[in-house]
């Protein structure tokens, strides 16, 4: 209870098997208001060389004060289930390299249909809509949509560059954000025509045979901003942080960092931070001599986000300074100070 600070329940896995994954999922075959916790457990995983003796797939029935939990049953995989998703009243688990949709059974969790060309691990999955977001472990972001009336799971977009994704968060239908462990934050996004080419091909064969280069998807996603945190993101979300403002996005890291990327609403100010920014990085280089362009580009190029910790400095430096860049920008310094 995170307002009185209580423990209701804690349930305790037998020996040698630790729980990798959590959801809260609702059926489309069991009554509405009925919500269930399914938890992915891996039994003796080992870690490196990696090694797992199975996975279990529990299910528990979550009563109506959502004080305790009830086990209906427990499904065996062959590998951990190391990612877990609700997807339209059914269950959508990664495990290992294979994507699966299942539904509820009676004595186990009925598995409906899989996707195997996931190159390596899953370690994220995201819907939206028809949509569905999967992360590899080194591979990046995998676009899937399931399709109905074949009951197919089919990948008709992937990624050109290859990330080892932590997290992502789903931006929009057709943008999705993803970190990695070399504590990059990138922003993915399918190009329009690409998207009504998804929606319209009604048979699925399109996607299914017309296969891309090296194995890949037919169809290329592009990244439209990339910035170079320096450390590892382990969560991002979308978050409002002032009533009625706009959604911003919200990371913290391993190191304990939390910080936002902002969206601009207009053109002037992105002209001006970014002008703010070009100047303080030529008259305020960092203290150890490297250049800050090439360390927020670390591991990829730059792209459309601006370093507001750097344009941040802009009331630590001298008095002079500050005019002098002030009057490149046709401000005053106390209208830049103000700005920032």
């Known amino acids: 209870d995170p307002v009185e600070g209580k423990t209701h329940l804690v349930l305790r896995l037998e020996q040698n098997l630790a729980a990798v994954s959590v959801a809260l999922v609702k059926f489309a075959n069991q009554p509405e208001t009925q ?89 994220d999955i995201r819907t939206m809509g028809h949509r569905i977001f999967v992360s590899d472990v080194q591979e990046s972001v995998y676009m899937v949509r399931y399709k109905r009336a074949e009951n197919q799971l089919i990948i008709f977009a992937d990624d050109t560059q290859p990330r080892w994704v932590t997290t992502t968060c789903v931006l929009d239908y057709n943008t999705v954000a ?9 922003i993915i996004r399918l190009s329009q025509n690409i998207s009504d080419d998804v929606d319209e091909d009604p048979t699925g064969n399109k996607a299914l045979w017309d296969r891309g280069l090296l194995n890949g998807a037919s169809q290329k996603a592009d990244f439209i901003a990339n910035f170079h945190i320096g450390e590892i993101c382990m969560s991002l979300q979308k978050a409002t942080l002032i009533p009625g403002g706009s959604e911003s996005l919200v990371y913290t890291t391993l190191s304990g960092t939390v910080g936002v990327l902002v969206p601009f609403t207009s053109h002037e100010d992105q002209d001006f931070f970014q002008h703010l ?64």
Request: aromatic letters at 8%.
């Open 35 to 123: 919500q269930f916790l399914i938890v992915g457990v891996a039994k003796e995983l080992q870690l490196n060389p990696r090694q797992v003796t199975c996975g279990y797939i529990y299910t528990y029935k979550v009563d109506t004060a959502c004080t305790s939990l009830d086990l209906v049953h427990k499904t065996q995989v062959d590998e951990v289930p190391t990612a877990i998703c609700s997807f339209q009243g059914r269950l959508l688990v990664g495990v290992g390299r294979m994507l699966r949709l299942y539904d509820m059974g009676k004595k186990k969790l009925l598995r409906k249909c899989e996707n195997k060309h996931i190159p390596n691990l899953i370690v």
């Open 277 to 340: 920014e070009m100047h303080m990085r030529s008259e305020n280089a960092p203290l150890c001599g490297r250049d800050h362009l090439s360390f927020r580009s670390y591991y990829y190029p730059l792209k459309n986000v601006l370093d507001g910790d750097l344009c941040e400095q802009y009331n630590a430096i001298d008095g002079s300074k500050q005019k002098s860049i002030a009057e490149d920008l046709d401000r005053t310094s106390s209208e830049v100070s103000k700005k920032t």
């Open 178 to 186: 993803c970190a990695d462990k070399f504590g990059n934050v990138s």
